[in-house]
């Protein structure tokens, strides 16, 4: 198989918590399978290939967000690549840029990417910072997995109709807002794209989501058992849900 193609967007403007290091995980995990890696940073202002296998979008305050967002519209590379079936994860300020609207860093709303079907408001409600502990998808053994992350944002996030989430938040805010059930939706999660408020780095705190997104991209995986970072997995699980 050729080389497994990674895409980190910008991270000098969008990579707050060490989110670049979403990258790194990626690469740890696909190399341990077998694969061969090959990581491209693409800078601001340099052009953004659209023929990569997974692209990453990190978090950032709402200036250099602006600031992305822009480039990325006139770009379109990253479009491209995720209509030709790329997978993508983009995390808080990314997640919003994915969006179909987000408020721009004068506090007006601005048309984002339109990826997914999400919309991105700023309130007057308490900015949302902490822990952050969500419910995700049942694993192969009817499990659910219990996924955590440090979030710190100020926007809200609203899903469009049948869009579904990452999970479903247990601790903490997500998305901020509650949906039809009541409950409070975290992230989104459509065909190869996953978004999510959670920082961490997530990949780190989250070895099964990084799995998840290989998986999408390179299909099955071969079982690999990295005892730290299941250990870190469990340990910040247990301390911020000990119910589960
Ligand atoms: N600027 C965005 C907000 O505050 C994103 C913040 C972030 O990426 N941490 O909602």
Redesign the pocket.
């Known amino acids: 198989m050729s080389k497994l193609q990674i895409v980190r967007l910008y991270h000098d403007l969008?990579g707050?918590?060490g989110d670049q290091g979403n990258a790194e995980v990626l690469i740890h995990r696909a190399k341990a399978r077998g694969f061969e890696v090959e990581l491209h940073e693409v800078a601001p202002g340099e052009s953004i290939p659209d023929s990569a296998d997974i692209y990453l979008l990190?978090?950032?305050?709402?200036g250099p967000?602006s600031i992305a967002l822009e480039m990325l519209l006139v770009d379109g590379g990253l479009n491209r690549a995720v209509a030709k079936g790329a997978s993508l994860l983009a995390?808080?300020?990314?997640?919003?840029l994915i969006g179909t609207a987000l408020?721009n860093s004068a506090g007006q709303d601005v048309k984002g990417l339109e990826i997914v079907d999400v919309t991105?408001i700023?309130t007057e409600q308490e900015?949302?910072v902490g822990e952050l502990v969500i419910a995700g998808e049942l694993d192969s053994d009817g499990n659910q997995s219990i996924l955590t992350g440090f979030?710190?944002?100020?926007?809200?996030t609203k899903l469009g109709k049948g869009v579904s989430p990452l999970g479903i938040v247990l601790r903490g805010f997500g998305n901020g807002m509650a949906n039809d059930s009541g409950q409070i939706d975290e992230g989104v999660q459509m065909g190869n794209v996953f978004g999510t408020?959670m920082?961490g780095p997530v990949l780190a705190r989250n070895p099964t989501l990084a799995d998840q997104i290989l998986t999408s991209s390179l299909g099955a995986l071969a079982t690999y058992d990295d005892e730290f970072a299941q250990a870190l997995a469990l340990e910040r699980r247990a301390t911020l849900w000990p119910n589960n």
């Open positions: 969008l707050t918590y990190g978090g950032g305050e709402d967000q995390v808080c300020a990314g997640f919003q408020p991105t700023y900015r949302c979030e710190n944002h100020q926007g809200r408020y920082h």
